[in-house]
């Protein structure tokens, strides 16, 4: 085996995908210090090094071990059941919690549409609880800290909203939520409600302001001030926050040592806000609210329709909703978008032939043309295009749900993207590296034995989550990590995430 192999395959058995420059993991380094005690969520203990074969004599399931528990762990709390997922519910179930914890957390945002997609199925799906699950439910927190860094806000309320949200822990990420997507005040009507959530004094103080009761919250403020229960630096901004007309003409506050949703949403009621295209991808919700600017809006909604954090009907109807007031970047990018929308509206088809290209180009741009084929594929198909336009249509077409149904009617593209759709690339000649590789997956070859192992060994959630990180490696230009990670999805019956997943890398222009 070829060293780089060997390298690759080491790393996705110890679980070391981690950042190796200890930089931040997890959604909890700018989480909102918003309950007391602080409440990170738990460090997961450190998994123990795999020093002995994974595999077993057989592909029994592994033993049942009991566990006592305090209390239920949140660990089975989903979304999405298994027959929607494809997923059985001992997706975690064979599996250590702390590993699980360090792989999620380890875990990149995925280059591939498809893999961004599924690996926020594996965040939502129901599922038994790990061994040893721990009633403070590290691996569900877990779950929630990588949808929050991947900038689903919404899924992520959702799971946090099914699993109660009233611990200190839940609560915290509900909270921070609330005040990215402008709904606060229910936040701190939850938190005024739940005796178990206690906010710290920055957080009551700011809820008591939003409330009305600017009296109390600058008593608060004082008696906390005077007791020492509040940083120099949380006494100037709640101070401004306030006042603000008392500290008219006086320089602005320097840079906080930390930004957090709390600390974003004050400065920025001071007058003092930062931009969010350096921040946190959570962030660039707060700039989709109705008082952000329209350019504001327009990029934010870029940046997360690149992450697919939000529905594509967002990006739609803003990019639709006013004639570009300015040109250059995102102007240009909705101006493209609007003369294709309207010539597909007014069912022109020498007008979407002309107007299509420049629409795609625009997507392009920002990588967001799985989202586009979303929008637009189904109508594109029933189209008789010319030129250029024709081929784009097709394309577009396997870019979408219905990839299939479109290359049964192709004319225009290689029959070895026809046969892949199909899901039989195999009975075709594969012309480059990465349609060979592409190919092999689907001509029998094996997944790696480190992930075979996991699979024999009933450690489905943790082969899948190691599976991804090779989608990674083949995005950087290792052909062979392609073929590994499809044999495993195809093992597994993952069949439409893998044909998904292999049309994305052979026509878009992803790499890392």
Request: aromatic share 6%; charged share 20%; net charge negative.
């Amino acid at each position: 085996m070829p060293v780089r192999r060997t390298a690759i395959l080491v790393t996705l058995l110890a679980g070391t995908a981690a950042a190796q420059d200890g930089s931040p993991l997890s959604a909890i380094d700018w989480l909102s210090q918003s309950v007391t005690p602080a409440t990170a969520a738990p460090e997961a203990p450190q998994a123990k090094p795999i020093d002995e074969p994974a595999v077993t004599d057989n592909a029994d399931p592994p033993p049942v071990r009991v566990t006592p528990l305090d209390g239920p762990s949140p660990d089975p709390v989903g979304l999405l059941p298994s027959n929607v997922t494809g997923l059985p519910r001992s997706l975690w179930a064979g599996s250590d919690e702390a590993l699980l914890v360090t792989l999620v957390q380890a875990e990149a945002m995925p280059t591939l549409p498809a893999i961004k997609d599924f690996l926020v199925v594996l965040m939502l799906a129901e599922a038994d609880p790990p061994l040893a699950a721990s009633p403070d439910g590290p691996l569900f927190l877990a779950r929630v800290d990588k949808l929050l860094d991947q900038g689903t806000l919404q899924e992520a309320q959702a799971l946090l909203e099914q699993a109660g949200g009233d611990t200190p822990d839940q609560f915290r990420r509900l909270f921070d939520v609330a005040l990215l997507t402008g709904t606060e005040d229910d936040a701190c009507t939850i938190m005024d409600e739940r005796p178990a959530v206690a906010p710290t004094f920055p957080a009551r103080i700011f809820c008591l302001a939003r409330s009305g009761d600017w009296t109390r919250a600058a008593l608060t403020l004082n008696t906390h001030r005077v007791l020492g229960d509040i940083t120099e630096e949380e006494e100037a901004l709640l101070s401004r926050f306030l006042d603000p007309e008392l500290y008219e003409g006086e320089d602005s506050l320097p840079e906080p040592s930390r930004i957090s949703p709390l600390v974003f949403r004050m400065r920025e009621a001071i007058g003092e806000g930062f931009p969010t295209d350096n921040l946190p991808l959570a962030f660039a919700h707060a700039d989709l609210r109705d008082t952000a600017g329209l350019k504001a809006q327009l990029e934010a909604a870029e940046r997360l329709i690149q992450a697919d954090a939000i529905d594509p009907n967002v990006l739609q109807e803003l990019y639709t909703s006013r004639t570009p007031s300015a040109s250059g970047g995102v102007w240009d990018r909705a101006s493209s978008f609007q003369a294709f929308d309207r010539a597909l509206a007014a069912g022109d088809a020498t007008a979407i032939s002309q107007t299509l290209p420049d629409a795609w180009t625009a997507m392009k741009e920002i990588k967001s043309e799985v989202a586009f084929a979303r929008l637009y594929a189904a109508e594109l198909q029933d189209l008789d295009l010319s030129g250029n336009a024709a081929e784009l249509a097709e394309i577009i077409g396997l870019l979408s749900d219905d990839y299939e149904a479109v290359a049964m009617a192709a004319e225009n593209i290689s029959p070895f993207l026809i046969a892949l759709a199909k899901g039989v690339p195999q009975e075709t000649r594969a012309n480059t590296p990465d349609e060979r590789a592409v190919q092999a997956a689907f001509n029998g070859a094996n997944p790696p034995q480190v992930i075979a192992d996991l699979l024999d060994a009933g450690k489905l959630g943790e082969a899948l989550l190691r599976t991804i990180a090779l989608f990674e490696a083949a995005s950087a230009g290792d052909t062979q990590s392609m073929t590994d990670a499809l044999s495993v999805l195809r093992r597994v019956g993952l069949e439409d995430v893998a044909r998904k997943a292999s049309l994305q890398y052979l026509l878009l222009e992803r790499s890392i």
